[in-house]
Structures are given as C-alpha cells and as structure tokens.
C-alpha cells in the first residue's frame, strides 16, 4: 500500500471513530448533559481540525491543483477558528471575530471551487456555461426569497448586526449557487469529487439554514442533534481533497445539454415573481428571479441559433464533397430532377469524367499529393460553368459537370472543362476521358442521364484503350523488326514479371501495365545507333551515355499515350538499381517502383539463361545463385525471393508431370 493511501485510510478512519460516536451522543443525550457537554465541545472541535489537517495535507503531498486546495484549507480554517474563539472566548458583543472567520469561509471555498472548475472545464460548451449560470441563480434566487427573507423579518439594532445577519444567508446563496451551476455543467453527472465537495458545502447551507429557522422560533440549543451537520460538511470537503477522479482529463460533459435546467429554473423563477406578488418579497431575490428568466431567453435563444448552425452544416456535408469542396451525388441528382421538374426545361450539358493517370499520379507522389491535386482539378473545373451550372464530384477520381448551354456553344465548353481536368508535370501527365449528354434533348430522366453519360465515358475509354493496344503492337513490331531475338525474351520477361507480381499482391490493373512495362522497357533501344547496341568490345563512356538515356527515351515516347502513362513510370525506373548505382535517377530501395523491381529481376534472370554472343546461357540454379549475390546491392531481396520460390514451384509442378 502506498503511503497516500495509507495517510487517507487512516484519516478516514479517524473521522468515522470520532463523528460516529458524536452522532450517538447527540441522539442519546439531552443538550447540556455533560457527555454531551464534552462531545460538543472537544470531539466537535477535534473533528473541525482534523477536515483542516486532511485538506492541508493534500496541499503538501500533492501538487495537481494546488492553488485550488490551498484556498479551501484556510476557509475550513477561517470555519473552524470561528468555532474555536466562540467556544473558548464566549464572547458578548456581536458581530466577533467568531463571526469574522465563519463568514470567510463562505468567499474562499466558493473561490477555490472556481479554481477546481477552472483546471478542469476546458472543453464546456457555451450552452453549459448558461445552463450553469442559470441553475446558479435560480438557486440563488429561491435561497434569497426563503433566507434572506427570514432574516430581514427578524433582525435589528445596529447596521453592523443587521449587515453581519444578512451576511450568513447571502453566504448560503453564494454557495448554492456554486453547487447548483457545477452540478448543471455536468449535466448531473459530476463525478466522485464534485458530488463529495457538493454534498459538503449543502450541508453547510441545510446546517445554517436549520440554525436560522430554529433561532428564529426559540427552539436553538447547542448540543442538539443540528450540530452533527457542520463537522459532517467539514469533513466532506476536506476529504474531498483526497478522492480519486476516474477522469483526469476533465469534468464529464459528453452529450448536448437539454432543456430540462432552464426549464426549471424558469419555474422558479416564475414562482419567485409570482409570490413577489402577493406577499412581497426582498429586492434582492426578486432581482435574482429576473435575471434568472433573462439568462432562460438568452439559453434558448443560443439553443435556436445552435440548431440553426447544425442544421446548415449537416445540409451542407449531406450535399458536398469534403476534399474537394464540389458538390456531390446526391446533390447531382437532385439538381437534374430540378431542372427536369420545369415546365420548359432549359437544355442542359451533363459530363461525367474519369481521370487518366491519376493512379500513376498517386503511386508515385503518395495520397496526400493525390488529394491535393484533385483539390486543384476540382477548383478549376468549378470556374468552367459559372453562374450556369455546377461542378460534382462523384468519388474517387470522377467528377461531373452540369450547365445551361446552348446546342452550338457545348463543344467549346466540353474542351474547357476537359483542359480544367488536366495538368501536366515532371514525370506525370493526367488528363480524363468523359461521356457528355444533352438534356432533355437525349434523355428525360436523371437516372436515364447518368446511365447515358456513363456508357459514353466508358466507350471513350474502351477506344483509348485499344488505340493504346494498337500502338503496343506498333512498338514491339518496330523492337522485334530491329531485333528478332528479342520477342522471345520479352515474352519470357513478362510471363515472369505477371506470375512475381501475382505473388506479391499487384492487383488486376497492376498486373496488365506490369505486363506492358515488361515488354516495352527496352523501347528507347530504338533510338541507339546499332553500332553501340551491338559493339562487340567495351563501351566507352560517350556511348555508355547513350544507354544509360534509353530508359528515358522509352518513356517519353510511352508518355504520347494517355493509356500508357503508368506504363512510362514504371520503364524509366526498369534499370535503377537497389543500392542507388542504377540509372537515369539514382533511386534506392522502396524509392524505386515495385513494377519496375520487378521488371529488373525478371529481365536480368530472363538474360542470364538466354545463349548471348559473348556467353554461353546459365542454368536455372547458377542464375539464380547470380540473383541472390546481387540482392540487396542491384535487386530487390524480397523480389529475387519471390522469383525463386516461383521457379521452385514450377520445377516441381514439372517433375510431377
């Protein structure tokens, strides 16, 4: 057990073997009987001290609110010297010094509450702040309109007896106040510590209040069983200072507030007003009851203008898209039912695009740029409509695009919004391809629009898509013209490269421009002269540049092609190598694309069992052996891998056979 538990079992310990027996006294015996006597005099005072001592040794044996706990130690202090000087001075006049430390108690617990909520209530909202508020003066008002009145009744003589009177209910309410706004900020949910210290400043109020009613009517005698509440409330709130928050990031105040606090303390305050009335009351409560209504309008006042601003924004996130800022789906269908709906519908243009090679895009500069350039696209294809139309986006890399045109003006503004869509760089080129339906003209409906829209869009693609087919054929012709051994080995590359791929996870997409990239990573040869491409002796530096460019050469011409952008990315990084001594770019490790590792591997394995002029071909094993020296330095390791469980796979699938 640690020596803070330890300290608050005992103390705790204590206060129950000394407030236990005093209750028993006072139920038991009459007020003036000498155990009584005693009980009401030593235990009482024993009891007054120990809530000083337990607060106070908070205040030295920790640090966390400090400040909060040192205030509240001199208000028990401030309460129990009061106590104290009245018992052992009996003095005559009043007010006394006795009077002066009960009546300091009230102002500084009420401030160390305020430093206790201030540590903890960093994220209320404005609605609980009022709510707070407005719980505080109610409770304040119906404290003043039964206290204070009380008092005012029965009070007289000096100004000093008069104010010294009124200061002990006023107390009473400042303390309501506080307990009561506390209780409402956490929505009635305070938590360990607040219903302790809560509990101990009502039952000061009740004590004081029983006291005052009972002077009032005669019936006070010290030693009655009323006593009991002053060392219990001492004791709650120093013992306060020792109970262990579950919570220690803050009051708990999830969930909106209801309306059920002002709703009350509007009643009170009604009735306060009400009994002002018939039977009037003391300005102050009935000053407190009026501003315990006006704090109720400002509460629902905020409440309405909150629902207002929940309402828009939750509207405005149903209906747009949070990256880009456009509108979204089901704000495209609505607008199309909209301008269906008309009785003359005005002709409509409606785009929908794809982008093209915005998956390149993102694989090669990562999500976030990906996000930020579809931010882009999306801003300028915003300023295509004007005040005509409206851009969407649908999701993904798909947006749309709807604005009054006229027949004759739509083929300008398709160009518009396709050049909207683009954006060209250093080693990208996104551009999209978009299906365009004229409505009502081609289509009556909003789901007969998009269908529409969505057919052309994709025709478009499937066109670009075997016109990039036909341009592969073209290029491999022109390789394989050039070099007829080459078909076979680019054959045997890309089987490899696909069946690597497969295993480490490329998906469907991947896989086909992985297969291209395979068959095409040598274009660029086409542009060196053959008296390099086939010396038979060493290359000397000049011609050493020349191949060192046919990775970058391949790819600008892949790059003509908007079908093949991913395609060129993955060509230009085919010759890198895994330690950064590959070319055009230097690139090392996870820097290099997959593809492109996988390409590397493929292609020097691939060469490495093929007959060369220079060298008779290596069996399977000996290249292989090759591929794991140069994994980590020339190749992939997790590529040569993967490559060689593949081969083992297929050796012994053939043995099988």
Wanted: some cysteine; overall charge negative.
């Amino acid at each position: 057990m640690t020596f803070t538990r330890a300290w608050t079992v005992t103390v705790g310990a204590v206060a129950l073997a000394g407030l236990a027996p005093y209750a028993v006294v006072l139920v038991v015996t009459q007020p003036g009987d000498p155990v009584n006597n005693f009980f009401s005099v030593w235990i009482y005072q024993g009891l007054l001290v120990l809530s000083v001592l337990i607060a106070g040794s908070r205040v030295l044996l920790s640090r966390r609110d400090r400040l909060a706990w040192s205030v509240i130690t001199v208000s028990l202090a401030c309460w129990s010297f009061g106590d104290l000087y009245n018992q052992v001075a009996k003095p005559q006049e009043f007010p006394s010094l006795a009077d002066f430390g009960w009546l300091a108690f009230y102002p500084l617990v009420y401030a160390g509450m305020v430093l206790l909520l201030r540590s903890r209530a960093r994220s209320i909202a404005g609605t609980l702040w009022l709510d707070g508020l407005t719980a505080s003066l109610a409770a304040a008002g119906l404290g003043a309109a039964i206290l204070v009145e009380l008092v005012l009744q029965t009070t007289a003589g000096s100004l000093s007896t008069v104010v010294t009177n009124l200061a002990y209910p006023l107390g009473d309410v400042l303390l309501l106040s506080a307990v009561f706004g506390v209780f409402s900020l956490t929505s009635w949910r305070p938590g360990r510590l607040w219903l302790v210290l809560g509990l101990g400043v009502l039952a000061t109020v009740i004590g004081v209040s029983i006291y005052l009613f009972q002077v009032v009517a005669g019936t006070y005698e010290s030693g009655s069983l009323v006593d009991i509440l002053w060392p219990i409330s001492m004791l709650l709130i120093g013992g306060a200072a020792w109970v262990d928050e579950r919570d220690r990031r803050g009051l708990s105040v999830e969930g909106r507030p209801l309306l059920a606090v002002p709703a009350i303390a509007a009643l009170v305050g009604i009735g306060i007003l009400v009994c002002d009335h018939f039977r009037h009351l003391n300005l102050f409560a009935v000053i407190l009851a009026t501003a315990t209504l006006l704090v109720v309008l400002v509460r629902l006042a905020t409440t309405f203008w909150e629902n207002k601003q929940l309402f828009e924004l939750t509207h405005n996130e149903a209906i747009t898209d949070a990256l880009t800022g456009l509108f979204n789906r089901r704000k495209l269908v609505l607008d199309l039912e909209t301008r269906l709906a008309e009785e003359r519908p005005v002709t409509t243009l409606l785009m929908i695009f794809d982008l093209d090679g915005f998956k390149g895009y993102n694989d090669s500069f990562g999500h976030p740029a990906g996000d930020a350039l579809l931010a882009r696209l999306g801003a300028k294809l915003a300023s295509v409509p004007g005040q005509k139309g409206a851009a969407y986006r649908l999701g993904g890399d798909e947006f749309c695009l709807v604005v009054s045109v006229d027949p004759a003006d739509a083929e300008p503004l398709i160009d518009c919004a396709c050049i909207a869509l683009s954006e060209h760089g250093e080693g990208f080129d996104v551009s999209s391809s978009f299906g365009a339906v004229l409505i009502p003209e081609e289509a009556k409906e909003p789901s007969e629009a998009l269908r529409l829209a969505d057919e052309r869009l994709y025709a478009q693609k499937r066109s670009r898509r075997e016109e990039g087919d036909r341009t592969m054929s073209a290029l491999l012709e022109a390789l394989t013209e050039r070099e007829p051994e080459l078909q076979v080995h680019l054959e045997g590359v890309g089987a490899l490269a696909v069946e690597t791929g497969r295993r480490l996870g490329l998906r469907r997409d991947e896989l086909d421009e992985l297969w291209k990239a395979s068959q095409l990573h040598d274009l660029g040869k086409l542009a060196v002269p053959d008296e390099i491409l086939h010396k038979p002796g060493p290359l000397d530096e000049r011609e050493w540049e020349f191949i060192r460019q046919h990775t970058v050469v391949g790819e600008r011409i892949l790059r003509a092609s908007p079908a093949y952008q991913n395609v060129a990315a993955i060509v230009r990084s085919s010759h890198e190598r895994w330690d950064g001594s590959g070319y055009p770019d230097g690139l090392t490790a996870d820097e290099i694309p997959l593809a492109s590792r996988i390409v590397c591997v493929c292609d020097a394995y691939d060469a490495m069992i093929s007959d060369r002029p220079y060298r008779a071909a290596l069996t399977r094993d000996q290249a292989l052996a090759e591929l794991a020296r140069g994994a980590g330095k020339i190749f992939d390791p997790t590529v040569v891998q993967v490559l060689a469980t593949h081969l083992r796979d297929w050796r012994e699938a053939e043995h099988v056979a």
